[in-house]
């Protein structure tokens, strides 16, 4: 018999309008939220306007962040908690792929601990405020994941913050991925695809992780069709 333990803390609901059909689920979180978002894709695909409509359905009052950069930067989370700290926000809902959920994890102990940024990098075992993940692409899985990788400028890398945040809810519409750029979409679902691997080679999978592992990847080759154009193909 298999021995192992599993924990999933992050809550999944997916399905077409999932954000809004179960907006009451946001209720517990508070009474102010704010969004966190890059600069123009949430806008394009409708899932910035569906938040807004599930927190306007709810009553809860929400202000927008919408300049998180790709590989985003200690710098951009430190803009957005002090542009931001006096106005109460209690929860965060990250939306796009995974540069605005990993800023928004680092904003969230931020807004928690009240503390300087660089102390994210240093101190341990910090808790923050909620995160609700609306992911808008299918390549990071950072919406199920407590990793926050973050850009440091003046050291010249990107790493992990060293901090455990998993989102609370992670809601899953497939249609804020239908008009993504070709070249995202492949990029990533090969993304999606080496993630897939890591699980099924690590040395600490069991058999629920090569369960799932097993059924993306068959997923994910019933997909390559759909990823080729005539000039560029991917081959597994």
Known sequence: MYEFSYSMPTTIITGHNCLV??????????QRCLIVT???SSKLN???????????????????FDKV??????ETVE???????????DFIMAVGGGSAIDAAKAMAILFRNNIPVKEILSLKNLESIPVIGIPTTAGTGSETTPYS??????EGTKKNIGQKIFPEIAFLDARY?????????????????????????????????????????VLFGESLKSLQVSDCSIEV
């Open 79 to 89: 803009t957005a908690y002090l542009e931001n700290r006096d106005k109460g926000i």
């Open 38 to 40: 890059g600069f123009s």
């Open 177 to 217: 991925t239908l008009n993504m750029p070709y070249n995202t979409t492949t990029s990533t679902a090969v993304d999606a695809f080496t993630h897939l691997v890591e699980g099924y080679l690590n040395t600490n999978a069991n058999i629920l992780s090569d369960t799932l592992a097993e059924k993306g990847l």
């Open 46 to 64: 409708g899932s910035l306007e569906d938040c807004i409509l599930a927190l306007e359905n709810e009553d809860i009052k929400f202000s927008i």
């Open 149 to 154: 990788i973050l850009t440091i400028h003046e």
């Open 21 to 30: 059909k179960n907006s009451k689920k946001l209720r517990k979180y508070g």
């Open 69 to 74: 950069e790709e590989n985003p930067s200690l």
